[in-house]
């Protein structure tokens, strides 16, 4: 199959398959008479696999260590579900990040009165300052 077929039955675009193509994660047959590559149902499998797995948010080198698991008969379970259980605490650490995150901009735009005024709580914590805008002000500008 082309790699417009093996894109659109992988669910993937052509830009990525052609990536994971250039990097090894699958490996077409290039057809000689035309120089296209073409793509086995191995391949697509491979490609399902990798695309899932990055939805999963596993990087491109836990992917090929995942492949090779997958393609390994005689693997351990054991190593797969340490790669997942550290994804898991990846996840929960990023998780913890972002709940973080927005308790400070809530707390922010609880504290903008979002009115007519210039004085923004929300600008004034983005840009670490005391509530003016000295700090964005350009060095040559002078107050009177």
Do not use: H, W
């Not at 390994?72 to 929960?92: F, G, H, P, Y």
């Amino acid at each position: 199959m082309t790699i417009k077929e093996a894109a659109a039955r992988s669910g993937l675009s052509v830009k990525t398959v052609r990536y994971y193509a250039n990097i090894g994660l699958v490996t077409p047959q290039k057809n000689e008479s035309n120089g296209y590559r073409e793509y086995e149902n191995t391949d697509l499998a491979k490609l399902k696999f990798v695309g899932t797995a990055r939805k999963f948010d596993f990087s491109i080198e836990q992917c090929r260590e995942l492949l090779g698991l997958f393609e390994d008969e005689a693997r351990s379970s054991r190593e797969v579900k340490a790669l997942t259980l550290s994804k898991i605490e990846e996840i929960d650490e990023r998780l913890l990040e972002l709940q973080s995150l927005r308790a400070e901009l809530s707390a922010l735009a609880n504290a903008c009165e979002g009115d007519d005024r210039p004085n923004c709580p929300i600008l004034a914590g983005l840009s670490g300052t005391s509530g003016k805008s000295e700090a964005l002000r350009s060095p040559t500008s002078k107050e009177g």
